[in-house]
């Protein structure tokens, strides 16, 4: 039986029994033993973070760059090893696990010198002889909620923000992937934070995240993750009038122009479209294709994706990684049926893959002759599943690519300034992106969405101090 990893409750380590994590590239294999904590060890965490909250809020700037330096350098240190684990919990592939490790340590680094530029203003008053300050302060006690999908970069992003700018944290990630949430808390703990100020409380949703939303005494929510709990976390947020930030799911278009390299296009779409296991919410599932280039770029696009190797998300060579578990594959299993009954053509993958080892395996699929009213190319799939969508022209792909309830990210493939210009200010979505994919963003710039994407301010960059700090004014009159 492998060592029990604990949650982290005011300062101390504590579970008695708990879940075996299980890669799944082979389910035969644990990962490790985590705890699941109660309701009551989580009023217990909060309560921690209230506790720790006034202290840690006036705390000196040096020591909160010194406690996100000091993670940052031990992050990037074992980058291989947390990497793995990443790879072995979640089942991306080994460069993408070590990539995002290496992001998450350059998380900690941006917000570790973000302590170092906290500013304010001062204007003068309307009034003759009064000054006026506008600082920046911490929110208070926030609770933080996490996907399985980015296991190590997404807790990075909120809860290094979150303690810069001198709030508290509770922290509940995926139930299914605790393991790089733990080593990164072990790293924040011994990298010397108070007790109490930050608390992982690993477990489930139903236990561990309704206790969070339940409590008066959590200040902010910041959550990511799926539409559905998404509005559970904005219903219960607004009942407790608490500040909340959601980013939730997307149905991302890439279009790809007549004029655009075809070269290019192949490499965006695929990568978009099915790197990760198409496991990201920045993934592209709708490709609107113009009609000049059509035929080449479907050939293209299908040799590329015949060519790419799905297998053990550690083995050398793998481009595509297993699926997360068994319920998200007959998930993609089950929208790849609902795609052919729609009528929709698949002419590339979309079957298991066997392996010597069980695991979740299965060949991204490439959908043509879809439309945009097809449950596949409306409905997030979250898989290695692209909907291919024929259009006359940019204004028609223009208006497909608009034509979805949700607004994350938004391609366009063209060599043609004027058409990149106008996409840029007329897609529907949070980001843009030309000629680079949808998905895989850099660390130090803004992120997030539109319409059914995403509630709140962005995440991210120097914007995360919206949803991190409140404003402060303070009027003085000279004595
Ligand atoms: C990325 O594409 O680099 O859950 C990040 C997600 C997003 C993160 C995507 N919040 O997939």
Redesign the pocket.
Known sequence: MSELHKNLINGEWVGTDGIENVNPSNTNEVVGLYARATADETRTAIAAARAAFPAWSRSGLMERWGVLSKTAHEIFARKEELGKLLSREEGKTLPEGIGEATRAGQIFEFFAGEALRLSGETIPSVRPGIGVEITREAVGVVGIIT?W??PI??PAWKIAPALVYGNTVVFKPADLVPGCSWAIVDILHRSGLPKGVLNLVMGKGSVVGQAILDSGDVDAITF?GSVGTGKRVAEASVKAMRKFQL?MGGKNPTVVLDDADLKTAVETVTQSAFFSTGQ???ASSRIIVTEGIHDAFVAALSERIKGLKVGDAIAQGTDIGPVVDASQLKQDVDYIEIGKQEGANLVVGGELVHHDNPGFFLRPALFTEATNQMRISREEIFGPVASLIRVKDYEEALATANDTEFGLSSGIVTTSLKYATHYKRNAQAGMVMVNVPT???DFHVP?GGTKGSSYGPKEQGKYAAEFFTQVKIAYTAAG
């Open positions: 996907p999908n980015f970069a997404i990511t980013e990201r919410c920045t998905a895989g963003v992120f």
